[in-house]
């Protein structure tokens, strides 16, 4: 692996359980909430591709907490559950403040004892993720927050990718994609990611199969701890 200059973490899904809203979700609709949560993040991720894909300039762009808004209302419809202006709230609240993973304050920690920054790149937008750094209490393990905002389109588009490389190059003007290792629980993301250049960690909680397209993320593991025997053969120093 060539030196790492900095470590990426994708948000939803990879530090921030995007499955956590099932508990309030089953409370409000028995035997349903863990479908709710799926088929919620499902539409979510669906739309976030739609608007990027149908229009490349940006005329389109919506927020992503606009688009889980949308996909919490079509997931509900498509289920045929009545989602009351009460329970709509209350879910969307939750999502704000998703359950994080609790390995991630260790092994952000041990990432930044080891001298390199990190950071997250996100399809959520800055208010979005700014609640949701605050609420898991990673403010101070985190050098960058980075969304998608600025360039009005959502992953695995590569002018998100760029972003990442842009922020890492403002510390490290002489940083290639290789020596960016980007996280992420996605297999879609993780591909895109390794599409772009980054170097790549799948993390594959759940043991899923990998996606049938030719390209293998670069490195795949069930934790975020298997991030740091890594980092610690290819740490290329303080940026």
Known sequence: MPPVHAVL???YGTLFDVYSVALLAEQLYPGRGETLARLWRDKQIEYSRLVSMADPAGRRYRPFWDLTRAGLRQACALLGLELPPAHEERLMNQYRHLSAFPE???VLAQIRALGLPTGILSNGDPAMLEVAVKSAGLQGLLDEVISVEPVRCFKPDP???QLGLDAVRRRRPDASAKQVLFVSSNGWDAIGATWFGFTTFWLNRAGLP?????TRPTHEGRSLHELLPLLRGGTGGAA
């Open 9 to 11: 973490f994708d948000a």
């Open 104 to 106: 991630n304050h260790e």
């Open 159 to 161: 002018r998100v990718y």
């Open 210 to 214: 990998a996606e049938p397209l030719g």
